[in-house]
């Protein structure tokens, strides 16, 4: 199975930053890697698929990049309805299929 | 648009099989552009994916839940179900119906959930 790695663990940033997390995965994945934001008592909701395409209805400031093995989720100004768990999930090819183990964002 | 709703008890005996049903509302469940997912989530840990079926009902599962796990599709009623035998305390997590898109060529697609239901918990004790 392809493990997925994510860091940092957790962070604290305050509204108006910049905050990048990092996925890594255990091998080449080309580009299909989605990330998913997670507010506490509710489903993940998908944010970026392919590596880089925005979901319908995500905002701008959430963009996302890498190719193979390294991947990064990018806020470009946080905003308070940021502060959530972050996952990043491989979907390459045949099952199965793996997430990260979260990166928590919260308030500085 | 397109809803999922899971359903089915949220307590479960040790030992005993578990049993749940995503419900799709608004769309069909029958199109070859989709597969149906479940996927696990304990308290304050992280996601885990179980498996998969089409349509037609072909079906893929996680290897480390193989021998315990069935999902199967009753495309007439718009709903997958899970089964999920052997229920241990470990097995307690909310338990969410997703669907699946694929994207990029044809040859090799990017699959990803782009729905979700909202969760169902399940609590395995006697």
């Known amino acids: 199975d392809i493990q997925m790695t994510q860091s940092p663990s957790s962070l604290s940033a305050s509204v108006g930053d910049r905050v990048t997390i990092t996925c890594r995965a255990s091998q080449s994945i080309s580009s299909h890697l989605n990330w998913y934001q997670q507010k506490p008592g509710r489903a993940p909701n998908l944010l970026i698929y392919?590596?880089?395409t925005l979901q319908s209805g995500v905002p701008s400031r959430f963009s996302g990049s890498g190719s193979g093995t390294d991947f990064t989720l990018t806020i470009s100004s946080l905003q308070p309805e940021d502060f959530a768990t972050y996952y990043c999930q491989q979907g390459y090819s045949s099952p199965p299929w793996t997430f990260g183990q979260g990166t928590k964002v919260e308030i500085k | 648009q397109v809803q999922l709703q899971e359903s089915g008890p949220g307590l479960v005996k040790p030992s005993q099989t578990l049993s749940l049903t995503c419900s799709v509302s608004?769309?069909?469940?029958?199109?070859?552009?989709?597969?149906w997912s479940w996927i696990r989530q304990p308290a304050g840990k992280g996601l885990e994916w179980i498996g998969r079926i089409s349509a037609s009902g072909s079906t893929s599962y996680n290897p480390s839940l193989k021998s315990r796990v069935t999902i199967s599709m009753d495309t007439s009623k718009k709903q997958f179900s899970l089964k999920l035998s052997s229920m241990t305390a470990a097995d307690t997590a909310v338990y969410y119906c997703?669907?699946?898109?694929?994207?990029?060529?044809?040859?090799?697609?990017?699959?990803?959930?782009?729905?979700w239901g909202r969760g169902a918990l399940v609590t395995v004790s006697s």
């Open positions: 997703a669907r699946v898109l694929g994207s990029g060529s044809a040859w090799v697609k990017n699959w990803y959930f782009d729905l």
């Open positions: 392919a590596t880089s």
């Open positions: 608004g769309g069909s469940i029958s199109s070859d552009r989709y597969y």
